[in-house]
């Protein structure tokens, strides 16, 4: 299949460098058979013939191909335009001499979602066989409603009731105890048929369907006359074939009570293995708590140098926010001026506007006097036209627009009764065809009854093998299986005894009085830098309101 499938590469890619309007293809083809010399004289071959018959006939692929991508291959890319045309030849032209199997292998080598394509519908399961299961369900509950009462109803007269309790709650109670042993019992119980619910379908579906079964029983019919010419019974060989059945059941629930155990071998494993890290986890929490409480003691002592260096930037800060009474000002100063200037050229700007606004409603007013004078002027009145003249341009077949009128009715009138023709006639066609439909459903209806009865007889057959007794506990691999789960379980228990004895770690000792001591200076000195903060900050905002203030006077 690879091999097959590098060749259409091959040819796909020297299709895609063909271009008819430039080359010929003769020498196409020279070209090609030089530039392939290093592959094998095989695949050479069966490379340049596969060419050459797609350059022959590209037009008729590209006919068959067109057709494709309107009909069904609008999903498709344009890139395997070229794989199509190969695929198209070899189904049209090298078919018969390649065989259908050599045909399959080459058409497998591509890439499956190119070349197969089964609708949504056929993996969403119908509506009527949803109502189908409704219908059963809903009858199994009433058949099972009506039985219980009729047996209430037998059984009424023979329970005695206590003085104490209405009729009804004894009757009841005693009919619970009593029938439940002969309702678990009846395991058979006669229902109702549903009312068979149509099934819709197409055209296609119909002829399918119907193909299938006339193939399935001509097909019977042909082992039925072989049968009778004196062909060979199959009785030894369905004989045979049983056997090997029974022998691969046994060797699938073999399969199944070895993989459950191997399941259970790999829980207990993983348990072990969860263990292991519980433990391994202890001990490198342990480890964890004694470098966190070294980490804490170091930490203690960065931040009491941290607050040494912040009360030096603190002291700093309150030294530089003394000089911005004087910057506010300087910029105070600055905004007013720029304010005037932009109030003069504002009002400059205005003058302008207003200036030119004039100038435009005078154009304005000269415009308007203009059009109401070209209103006044009189207006000429159009010509009459007679329909029924002539034009005279000296042009053959010339008429009147009355004449072409009624030629142009006539003309419909012609083409309605064709059309109704073609209507009548596809009507005929349709009832011909709904007809053949029919005839194909009842056949197709009596096929489906007797699969159906067929498919029963094999469902019974089916329930009887499998109430067969299962595995035999003898196999070797089963008991090995079991041996080794045996022992990992074993295992498990004993270490999780030795986990649960592991002695508790020792608490981490208390804080020391020279710890308790640098903890409360630095909460000391915390507090006090965050007071000297609020301090400077409203000073600053009361110099900004302050400034603000006056720029507004």
Not at 107 to 134: C, F, G, I, N, W
Not at 285 to 292: F, G, L, M, P, V
Not at 357 to 378: D, V
Not at 395 to 407: K, Q
């Amino acid at each position: 299949m690879a091999y097959y499938g590098k060749c259409i590469e091959t040819v796909i890619e020297q299709l895609n460098k063909f271009q008819p309007e430039k080359d010929s293809p003769e020498q196409f083809l020279e070209a090609t058979s030089t530039a392939l010399q290093t592959l094998s004289p095989q695949k050479q071959a069966f490379v340049l013939e596969l060419l050459s018959g797609c350059l022959e006939y590209r037009k008729l692929m590209a006919v068959v191909v067109d057709a494709f991508y309107v009909r069904a291959g609008w999903l498709c890319p344009r890139a395997d335009y070229s794989l199509f045309q190969v695929i198209c030849y070899l189904a049209m032209f090298q078919l018969q001499e390649l065989g259908f199997q050599l045909f399959c292998d080459i058409v497998k080598a591509q890439p499956v979602d190119k070349m197969h394509k089964v609708p949504r519908s056929t993996y969403q399961p119908p509506k009527e066989q949803q109502l189908l299961e409704m219908a059963k369900r809903f009858n199994r509950w009433k058949a099972e409603e009506l039985l219980l009462q009729a047996n209430i109803e037998e059984m009424r007269c023979a329970v005695p009731r206590s003085q104490g309790e209405p009729p009804m709650q004894a009757s009841k109670k005693k009919l619970q105890l009593q029938l439940m042993p002969q309702i678990m019992k009846t395991s058979k119980l006669t229902f109702y048929k549903p009312s068979e619910v149509p099934v819709k379908l197409n055209t296609a579906a119909i002829l399918r369907e119907g193909s299938l079964y006339q193939q399935q029983v001509e097909k019977e019919l042909q082992r039925v006359d072989q049968l009778v010419d004196g062909a060979g019974d199959f009785s030894e060989f369905l004989e045979w074939q049983k056997k090997m059945q029974a022998k691969d059941r046994e060797e699938e629930l073999t399969a199944g009570e070895c993989r459950r155990l191997l399941g259970k071998l790999s829980r207990e494993e993983a348990i072990l293995a969860r263990q292991h890290v519980m433990q391994e986890n202890k001990q490198k929490a342990n480890q964890k708590k004694e470098e966190t409480a070294e980490l804490l003691q170091q930490c203690a002592e960065r931040r009491l140098q941290e607050e040494k260096s912040m009360k030096e930037l603190v002291e700093q800060v309150t030294e530089a926010q003394k000089n911005i009474k004087l910057v506010q000002m300087k910029l105070l100063k600055d905004r007013r001026q720029t304010v005037q200037e932009v109030m003069e050229e504002s009002r400059e700007l205005l003058q302008r506007s207003a200036e030119t606004a004039k100038e435009e409603q005078k154009r304005r007013c000269e415009l308007i006097s203009q059009l109401r004078a070209l209103e006044t002027q009189p207006m000429r009145k159009g010509k009459l036209v007679d329909l029924t003249q002539i034009p005279g341009y000296g042009l053959e077949g010339e008429m009147s627009v009355v004449e072409l009128r009624e030629r142009l009715a006539l003309l419909k009138e012609s083409q309605r009764r064709e059309e109704e023709e073609k209507r009548d006639q596809i009507i005929q066609g349709k009832r011909a065809r709904s007809q053949e439909l029919q005839n194909r459903l009842e056949q197709i209806s009596l096929c489906r009854a007797a699969m159906g009865r067929s498919a029963a007889l094999r469902w019974e057959e089916k329930k009887a093998r499998s109430a067969a007794p299962g595995v035999s506990s003898q196999d070797e691999r089963v008991l090995e299986l079991q041996r080794k789960v045996e022992e990992k379980v074993a295992e498990r228990r004993r270490k999780q005894a030795t986990l649960k004895s592991v002695p508790v770690p020792a608490p981490r000792p208390a804080r020391t009085k020279a710890w308790a001591h640098l903890e409360q200076q630095h909460w000391r000195d915390l507090q006090q830098s965050r007071e000297r903060r609020l301090r400077t900050l409203q000073l600053s905002t009361s110099a900004a309101g302050h400034g603000r203030r006056q720029e507004a006077a």
